[in-house]
């Protein structure tokens, strides 16, 4: 057990007193979680860390989740609520089941929860970067000034190239490479995501996917995970959703245009040329998904010294999926084959393999 995981666990147990049991870890990626009831209480609250070793590959906008959540009280209507303890700003859990975890046939969503995901669609358009008194993370100068939809994606162009890629690029640049996404892949997104029209900025959640969507025992909609909220365009937000949620084409396109209607209703300059620009946004996110689940993919077939070649072939095919699909914005003339890729995964573990027994060989020596 980490010393993270120690600390969160201990720090629930010790709060919850005879409150009762403490449930957790839950499943996440980003954070070991702890639910607990406060003792003589009622209230349920999560306790979290971040997990120790995790690649962040997203753009934060704002310092701290739980200052944005108390923000947005009273401004969007079912989200987490914010409880003082000890010292410590807690989160609210919700009791309920994620969208993932409902079993719906061909991933189509109710119409009720649909409605419920447009009206919280409307709550943000509502809130511009005026309206909320919350420590940003960002500086001023790293802002695309409001409207500049261009000036935004450009930010998230360079936080990929940056933050993703050349990050990583020491350890994983050769198997980027052997996929056939070098570094020019980035001039021919730029050509091929560019010229997005002028609507005017709100705030976005920026991950509603379906483990980000509970439904409570009411039917309620509430929307969790606010880490990787931000101000922008607000297409992109719908971008992401449609992107993430992987609705039944039928679908796709209601809930598109449930989202304009919506957001017209509030911020008329918000949907200018939402039709036109749906797909290039789309288009960053197909992707921004490539050099994320390479890196994630690649490390999900390491087993312990060696490489799990009972999962290569799966994990192939979905990468595959993935460059073929990304193949038009990235420019690339086509994805490489499910043979190539698992011949560059497999000598990229390999490699991985040589280099941390040399490194342990030298540590023997000194």
């Keep these: 057990m980490t010393t993270q995981l120690r600390g969160a666990r201990q720090r629930a147990d010790e709060l919850s007193g005879e409150g009762g049991p403490v449930r957790g870890p839950l499943k996440g990626y980003h954070h070991d979680t702890y639910v607990l009831t406060l003792p003589g209480e009622t209230r349920i609250v999560k306790v979290r860390e971040p997990r120790e070793q995790i690649l962040w590959f997203d753009r934060r906008c704002f310092h701290s989740e739980e200052d944005l959540l108390r923000a947005l009280q009273g401004k969007v209507g079912r989200i987490p609520a914010i409880h003082d303890v000890a010292g410590m700003a807690l989160q609210g859990f919700i009791e309920g089941r994620t969208l993932k975890a409902r079993a719906w046939g061909d991933r189509r969503i109710p119409e009720a929860v649909l409605d419920q995901l447009v009206d919280l669609f409307q709550e943000m358009a509502r809130i511009t970067p005026g309206m909320l008194d919350v420590e940003r993370s960002c500086e001023p100068e790293d802002r695309a000034e409001d409207g500049d939809c261009d000036g935004f994606l450009e930010r998230l162009i360079v936080f990929v190239e940056d933050q993703v890629y050349k990050k990583n690029y020491a ?70 959703n449609l992107y993430l949620m992987s609705y039944p084409a039928a679908q796709e396109g209601r809930v598109a245009k449930e989202w304009s209607r919506a957001v017209d209703r509030v911020r008329l300059r918000s949907t200018q040329g939402w039709e036109q620009d749906l797909e290039r946004l789309i288009d960053f996110k197909k992707a921004q998904s490539v050099f994320t689940d390479v890196i994630r993919l690649s490390l999900s077939l390491r087993d312990g010294s060696g490489i799990n070649r009972v999962k290569l072939p799966s994990v192939a095919r979905k990468l595959q999926a993935i460059i073929a699909a990304a193949a038009g914005p990235l420019g690339l003339s086509e994805a490489p084959s499910r043979s190539r890729i698992a011949a560059a995964l497999a000598r990229h573990i390999a490699k991985g393999r040589a280099s941390a027994s040399a490194h342990e060989d030298r540590e023997d020596l000194s």
Excluded at 189 to 210: P, Q, T
């Design 171 to 240: 350890d994983f640049g050769k198997l980027f490479e052997e996929l056939g996404i070098g570094d020019e892949v980035f001039d021919q997104l730029r050509k091929n995501v560019s010229g997005l029209r002028e609507r005017e900025f709100c705030l976005l959640h920026a991950d509603l996917h379906r483990e980000n969507l509970v439904l409570d025992p009411l039917g309620q909609l509430w929307a969790i995970d606010w880490e990787l909220a931000m101000f922008g365009d607000p297409l992109y937000d719908l971008a992401t």
